[in-house]
């Protein structure tokens, strides 16, 4: 059976398998102590069963710590089909099919490599004026969308990162530090790469603002740029093909894979800890 698309249950289940290995819990172990077998609590872990409220509600009992987190989830999940904003929903299908997906950030993180902590201190600083969603939520969307790194066959993943960003305190020191090491290790994975654009490169061709492109084998090429309010979708083949020239570009301003995984390191440890 396909796995469940909708990323809310997504997240549930790779939220439960998480939980039950930091315990230390088998699969049977955990269906004991929630009052379920060990192959439903194995058939909602690989998204071959839907849980149900009564299944999230058992969970939660399971992992006080969580604040009712499984519930949450699923009362968010049964709202709507899907749960992101029309305009994204079609980015976030394409992240899924893409076999090949670059970006370009200078003022954040992407997404797809964000820690929880950093998300959720974004989440919170928009909210002053975009109060629609709950913030656990929105970051529990952003974290499934980070699915795709799992998946048997992961697209090739590229990013250009500007190296402000590294300096830009989001949340706080700690949720810098954390997100700068986990940056490097996701940068470690052979098929993701990042890299930095130093500060000294000056005027370049990325000074407009963030994109993001995706390529597929069977159909063309997608642009996903940010603004303001809503992202926008291209689909342009001759606007594609001009925003990979200039996120070629920009990697070749750039530090290289190794270079650039030291600076995370050295910025990490020298700003972020106290």
Sequence with gaps: ?????????????????????????????????????????????????????????????????????????????????????????????????????????????????????YARALFNAWRAVDNVGDTETNVALRLAR??????????????????????????????????????????ERPRITVQILPANVGAHVGLVGAFATASFLDIPGMIYLETPDEGKIIRDPARVERMLVTYDTLRADALGARASRDLIRKVAEETWTA
């Design 1 to 117: 059976m396909e796995r469940d698309s909708n990323p809310l249950f997504v997240f549930f289940a790779s939220q439960l398998k998480r939980l039950r290995e930091t315990k230390g819990w088998s699969q049977e172990a955990l269906g004991k102590r929630i009052g379920y077998s060990g192959e439903m609590v194995s058939k909602v872990e690989t998204g071959k069963n839907r849980p149900s409220p009564e299944f999230a509600a058992a969970a939660d009992t399971a992992f006080p710590e969580m604040g009712g987190l499984f519930a949450d989830l699923m009362k968010e999940a049964e709202k709507s089909h899907s749960v992101y904003p029309a305009w994204f929903q079609s980015w976030v299908d394409a992240e899924k099919r893409a076999t090949v997906l670059r970006g370009w950030e200078p003022l954040l993180i992407p997404g797809l490599l964000q820690t929880p902590e």
């Design 146 to 187: 980070q699915d795709i790194f799992d998946r048997p066959a992961p697209p090739s993943f590229s990013v250009v990162i500007d190296e402000s960003v590294l300096h830009r305190c989001i949340g706080s020191s700690k949720v810098m530090y954390e997100q700068l090491l986990h940056l490097v290790e996701l940068s």
